[in-house]
């Protein structure tokens, strides 16, 4: 029997974004004022995911739907910890984690969703994309001279329909997925400015550190505005019924790992996934099994 909640889940709508096109970026929290104390949030998110783990079960004995969780965000915003967090003494068996970085001289030979779609998850799992094909609307927006390396016709290059065409590839793409048993869930990880500011500050002043930060990261938080231009343009194009959005304050860790689990958890009720229920004859097979083995 499933463990009722400790407190309730939050909203799941709280931060789904607007599926109309409206959706402003200077309207996107990055902290809230009101939220469970850290310690709250440490003990809830460690019963939410008991609660996830039992759904998980369920959803991988059940063996026919799964559950994708997109992960975008600045530097510094919290992805790998997030992702860590919410996976945190679940079954690895029924996870799926892929990060993706710079396309190979492979992926470049191929669209720009073929590096992700050979990486969804199998049925009865849980995948987890930490960043995604929307790098092909949101860095390649911000850095066009990177489309010189994607071998793309000169017609499709230059075309002034170009990002429009590739969000509507995406939606396309996430309505296939839905409707073929995969639950989309996106979460853009919305740190502010001077947060991500303080966390570079903690990259480079603690030795241990050292090795999350790349100079690279400061050359582009010069492109703060353009990026946040760039998100805003891509959440409005992409942010579906079938495949919405959700904008996390991000500033707060413990917070934000607590709403992304209780936003997956949430999904996973929704599809209310059981285990399989046998027939009369293997019924009927069980006992004589049991029979044998008593």
């Known amino acids: 029997m499933l463990t009722p909640p400790l407190w309730p889940l939050v909203p799941e709508h709280r931060y789904r974004t607007d599926t109309n096109g409206a959706f402003s970026i200077d309207d996107a929290l990055t902290s809230v004022a009101t939220r469970p104390s850290k310690g709250d949030c440490k003990r809830e998110l460690k019963a939410t995911l008991k609660r996830v783990?039992?759904?998980?079960?369920?959803?991988?004995?059940?063996?026919?739907?799964?559950?994708?969780?997109?992960?975008?965000?600045?530097?510094?915003?919290?992805?790998?910890?997030?992702?860590?967090?919410?996976?945190?003494?679940?079954?690895?068996?029924?996870?799926?984690?892929?990060?993706?970085?710079?396309?190979?001289?492979?992926?470049?030979?191929?669209?720009?969703?073929?590096?992700?779609?050979?990486?969804?998850?199998?049925?009865?799992?849980?995948?987890?994309?930490?960043?995604?094909?929307?790098?092909?609307?949101?860095?390649?927006?911000?850095?066009?001279?990177?489309?010189?390396?994607?071998?793309?016709?000169?017609?499709?290059?230059?075309?002034?329909?170009?990002?429009?065409?590739?969000?509507?590839?995406?939606?396309?793409?996430?309505?296939?997925?839905v409707n073929n048993g995969i639950t989309v869930l996106k979460f853009w990880l919305n740190v502010s400015k001077e947060e991500q500011g303080r966390r570079f500050l903690d990259r480079i002043d603690k030795p241990e550190k050292h090795w999350k930060f790349s100079i690279n990261d400061i050359k582009e938080r010069g492109h703060w505005d353009e990026y946040m231009q760039a998100y805003q343009a891509c959440i409005r194009a992409t942010s579906t019924p079938w495949a919405p959005w959700y904008a996390i304050p991000a500033d707060d860790k413990p917070y934000m790992r607590l709403v992304v689990a209780s936003i997956i958890e949430q999904a996973l009720i929704n599809l209310n996934p059981d285990f399989p229920r046998v027939s009369e004859q293997q019924r009927e097979q069980l006992l004589a099994a049991r029979a044998q083995l008593v």
Request: glycine residues 4%; neutral net charge; charged residues 25%.
């Open 53 to 177: 783990d039992q759904w998980q079960r369920r959803l991988y004995a059940e063996d026919q739907r799964a559950l994708l969780c997109v992960f975008q965000a600045m530097d510094a915003a919290g992805k790998d910890s997030t992702i860590r967090a919410v996976t945190k003494g679940l079954n690895p068996a029924g996870f799926q984690v892929a990060s993706f970085k710079a396309p190979s001289a492979m992926e470049l030979d191929h669209d720009f969703l073929w590096r992700t779609s050979h990486k969804l998850p199998e049925r009865g799992r849980i995948g987890i994309f930490n960043r995604s094909y929307y790098e092909e609307a949101l860095v390649i927006k911000v850095h066009p001279q990177y489309l010189a390396h994607q071998k793309l016709p000169a017609e499709i290059q230059n075309s002034n329909t170009l990002w429009d065409d590739r969000y509507e590839s995406i939606n396309y793409h996430e309505k296939h997925l």
